[in-house]
């Protein structure tokens, strides 16, 4: 047989090389990462992005059923978190995971999670030598996704919803973080601060020159709402502090503030301890803690018998007293 000249050989590799790359182009998932921080928790989501391109079906016809099935392509798709965190209320220690579904054709999907990042999406691995499984839901909705996508969605400050989309299908994962705050208790921890109180928050009022000159810069839609915030800091407001026993919250609601704006969540708030006998305010939403006032520090006075009887609002910056409570009927 001859042997190739040099210039035959080069162009022989180069006709391999230019059918492989053309391959490789059509064949190609981009790779994709997804970078969130939540409350100092860098979370990472690695994964390629592959399409439908007209298949069909997706799940029991490309993505055969009873697999493990990473999903995007080519390497498997890993998350990473640099704290520890909850998937779907599982502990999940800091690190970084190989993940696949479980595609079951009548049952929930499981979420697999395995240490060795280094796997490719074939063939498919035994669940067997996985870390852990984790229960998810599969939803099938109207909106169509031609390309995978990972999301973080309802960002909260101790977590959001990571959240898988392609074709019709959406798996959203709950991701829980520790938030850092001291915002969970027992009953009897918290039964010296329930009851009611009233609230004299006058001595922040500001003075009618000051008012005269914030409205003026005020949106003439929100003028009413402006004239009764003002109005209401005149005013004893009404609040109320109750144990939530589900949830171990400390929840408070304002009900001077509920009845002025009955429409809104304003009034109420939940309370997260900084230290011993002192607190700030969180908004809630939903169950959810959505953020953290630190504009203002709560402190707890008590009587002999440990049960508080009166709290102080001071701005954080300055000391400034904001408000003075004590219980209704003293």
């Not at 500001?206 to 003439?220: G, H, K, V, W």
């Not at 402190?299 to 009166?310: M, Q, S």
Request: overall charge negative.
């Amino acid at each position: 047989m001859p042997r190739l000249s040099s210039f035959a050989l080069a162009l022989l590799v180069g006709c391999f090389t230019l059918v492989d790359t053309a391959s490789a182009q059509m064949m190609a998932s981009e790779r994709s990462q997804l970078h969130q921080k939540i409350n100092n928790v860098e979370v990472v989501i690695d994964y390629s992005r592959p399409s439908v391109r007209g298949r069909s079906p997706i799940w029991g016809g490309v993505e055969p059923w009873n697999i493990l099935w990473t999903p995007g392509a080519n390497s498997s798709t890993t998350f990473s978190f640099s704290e520890n965190v909850k998937l779907n209320g599982t502990d999940i220690a800091a690190g970084k995971y190989s993940v696949w579904f479980e595609l079951l054709e009548n049952d929930p999907w499981n979420l697999v999670l395995f240490t060795d990042t280094t796997m490719f999406h074939v063939p498919y691995p035994s669940k067997d030598s996985a870390m852990v499984a984790i229960e998810i839901e599969r939803k099938e909705v109207d909106a169509f996704v031609e390309t995978l996508r990972f999301d973080i969605q309802n960002i909260r400050v101790d977590g959001g919803i990571i959240e898988f989309q392609w074709a019709h299908t959406v798996v959203p994962i709950r991701l829980d973080v520790d938030p850092g705050y001291d915002m969970v208790f027992t009953a009897e921890e918290m039964v010296p601060y329930t009851g009611e109180w009233i609230l004299d928050q006058s001595m922040n009022s500001m003075t009618d020159e000051e008012i005269a000159e914030m409205r003026e810069n005020i949106p003439e839609d929100q003028l009413e709402d402006f004239d009764k915030w003002n109005e209401m800091d005149e005013a004893r407001q009404e609040v109320t502090l109750e144990f939530d026993l589900e949830s171990g919250h400390l929840i408070g609601s304002n009900r001077s503030i509920a009845a002025l704006f009955p429409d809104t969540p304003w009034g109420d708030f939940v309370l997260i301890r900084k230290s011993e006998g002192m607190f700030v305010e969180g908004g809630m939403m939903d169950g959810e803690l959505m953020f953290v006032n630190e504009y203002s520090m709560w402190e707890f006075e008590f009587d002999e018998d440990g049960r508080a009887i009166e709290w102080t609002q001071r701005a954080l910056d300055d000391d400034r007293l904001l408000g003075r409570a004590t219980r209704a009927g003293r």
